[in-house]
């Protein structure tokens, strides 16, 4: 058994499904690593009985802490706020609508003791074949509510206030020579529901911006981009072409 392992779960939302908070309880209380800390940030929610079943039913060895934004702030700021208030410097992210299995902590924990170099780690990853850069032009290549931050690394880990929030906040820190560790295991289950923002025109739009700072990024670094594009799924090339990042950029 690995010995200090303690670590948070950060989760913010807006959401009044109870559906959502059964099975997010459910991932949080059959893991083999339990986290020692739970910080939630309520950002709005109108039903206030999700809030008491969620203190009810979380297991009772993970100490809870909710705050609560009175106005929504929406998932950046929400996720910075509880970001001040970890204990831990290990903190596991984890969206109400996503659910992970019971060996998700665990694997994740251990694969961070064995190099601590690291800033973020993830088991679920796209196109597990590609160099991080070659995607990181075209989308993100990981889900926050996979993810293992290491604030060993970088004490003042921020979200990015835009959207996708993930997307952008990996693209500034691989930017800035952080370094990330994609395992190969894949432990969580993502929602992507109707009502999801990533689909949203705002989301759409934020994109275009995060594309062209890694655009610029990579060009600086004289990446070649035909050997990119080589490496490119059908779908990927042409949704590269849609977006017009080589003619916009």
């Keep these: 058994m690995l010995k200090n392992k303690n670590f948070s779960v950060l989760s913010s939302s807006n959401s009044n499904n109870f559906l959502f908070y059964k ?11 339990l986290p020692t800390e739970l910080v939630f940030v309520s950002d709005g929610i109108k039903n206030r009985n999700l809030i008491h079943y ?52 665990e694997n994740l924990i251990k694969e961070y003791k064995k190099n601590k170099n690291y800033l973020i780690y993830s088991n679920v990853v796209r196109n597990k074949n590609r160099y991080l850069n070659d995607f990181l032009i075209l989308d993100n290549p990981t889900i926050h509510s996979s993810w ?44 992507r529901h109707n009502k ?21 990024y990579f060009k600086k670094k004289k990446v070649n981009f035909i050997n990119i594009i080589m490496l490119f799924s059908l779908r990927d090339f042409l949704r590269f072409l849609k977006n017009k990042l080589l003619m916009r950029y």
């Excluded at 991932?27 to 083999?32: A, G, Y």
């Excluded at 290491?150 to 820190?173: G, M, Q, V, W």
């Design 23 to 33: 099975s997010y309880i459910n991932s949080i209380n059959i893991q083999k690593y």
């Design 54 to 105: 969620l203190k009810l039913k979380i297991n009772k060895k993970i100490k809870i802490k909710i705050i609560n934004n009175y106005l929504n702030l929406g998932i950046s700021k929400s996720l910075n706020r509880g970001l001040n208030s970890c204990k831990n410097d290990l903190i596991m992210r984890l969206d109400i609508d996503d659910t992970w299995n019971k060996d998700h902590c």
């Design 148 to 191: 293992l931050i290491n604030r060993n690394i970088c004490k003042n880990f921020k979200y990015e206030n835009l959207y996708p929030e993930d997307y952008a906040t990996i693209s500034r820190y691989y930017r800035n020579n952080f370094k990330f560790n994609f395992l190969t295991t894949n432990t969580m289950n993502y929602n």
């Design 196 to 216: 999801s923002f990533s689909k949203s025109k705002i989301a759409n739009k934020d994109l275009n911006k995060i594309r062209k700072l890694n655009f610029e």
